[in-house]
């Protein structure tokens, strides 16, 4: 019964940090792989101040978006916070079967 009572609150310590901090961490890096797998040219982003662009053009680590009419910005590829209509011809989840470059 000792055993029982000294490991039991060790395992219910190891569960409660697992559901609390691992796995939210994995989710939201899911998410985040997904959201820059769906950046493209043509595709309407949203970046980390909250404007609204189109993507331009795309670099490794750089993203050249169009705010207005003739007005392009150079960003970091992480300040793109959301992508709310993928680039043409690309899929929202890197892992849909349908998408031949995931």
């Known amino acids: ?14 569960g409660v940090f697992y559901f609390l901090l691992y796995r939210p961490a994995k ?3 899911a998410d985040y792989a997904r959201t820059q797998a769906a950046i493209g040219p043509g595709a309407l982003v ?4 909250g404007m609204l662009a189109t993507v331009v053009r795309m670099d ?3 993203v050249t978006v169009e705010a207005a ?7 970091n590829r992480q300040g793109v916070v959301k992508v709310l209509e993928p ?7 890197p892992s ?4 031949p470059t995931a």
Do not use: H
Request: aromatic residues 4%; negative net charge.
């Open 87 to 93: 680039a043409p011809g690309t899929s929202a989840d």
């Open 69 to 75: 009419p003739g007005v392009q910005l150079r960003y």
């Open 1 to 14: 019964m000792d055993l029982f009572a000294t490991v039991l609150p060790l395992v219910l310590i190891i």
């Open 27 to 29: 989710q939201r890096n």
């Open 46 to 49: 949203m970046m980390g101040g």
């Open 96 to 99: 849909d079967p349908a998408d």
């Open 60 to 62: 490794d680590d750089e």
